[in-house]
């Protein structure tokens, strides 16, 4: 099994949505991340974390975000997302093709829910 096969469709917003806007977005399509682009490239990434930490504050999505954002390619098999998790204590990654584009987001949660399947790890 691969990351392409449990990445999910990321939703990609721009830097200067306000924090509310954002939590909005998020609770609209049941997630908890977004993906902050500029000029097609990842400058950052806003999680549910994110929201709790600034809650009742009027930010804009740049001011909260985490800037250095661990990628995964689609290539990457699901160990690589388990090494990420274990040694950086991150858990969504958004996915990338060769190019750096983003494709897909993976969350900590979807390597659970196929945890016990057989080829969990065989590719």
């Known amino acids: 099994m691969k990351i392409e ?6 939703i990609v917003i721009e830097k200067d949505m306000s ?4 939590a909005k977005l998020m609770t609209k399509y ?3 991340s ?3 682009e500029n000029n097609g490239k990842i400058v950052g990434i806003i999680t549910h974390h994110d929201l709790i930490k600034y809650f009742g504050e009027s930010k804009k999505v740049f001011e ?3 800037k250095n954002v661990l990628t995964l ?6 160990q690589r997302a388990i090494e990420l998790v274990r040694e950086k ?3 969504i990654f958004p996915v990338v093709d060769s190019k750096g584009k983003i494709v897909g987001i993976l969350d900590s949660k ?4 196929v945890w016990d399947d057989d080829d969990f790890l065989i590719d």
């Open 64 to 66: 909260a975000m985490t």
């Open 19 to 22: 924090l509310a806007d954002a």
């Open 30 to 32: 049941s997630i908890n």
């Open 5 to 10: 096969d449990l990445m999910k469709k990321p």
């Open 34 to 36: 977004l993906i902050i």
């Open 89 to 91: 204590s991150v858990g």
């Open 110 to 113: 979807d390597l659970l829910k």
């Open 73 to 78: 390619k689609v290539s990457d098999k699901l």
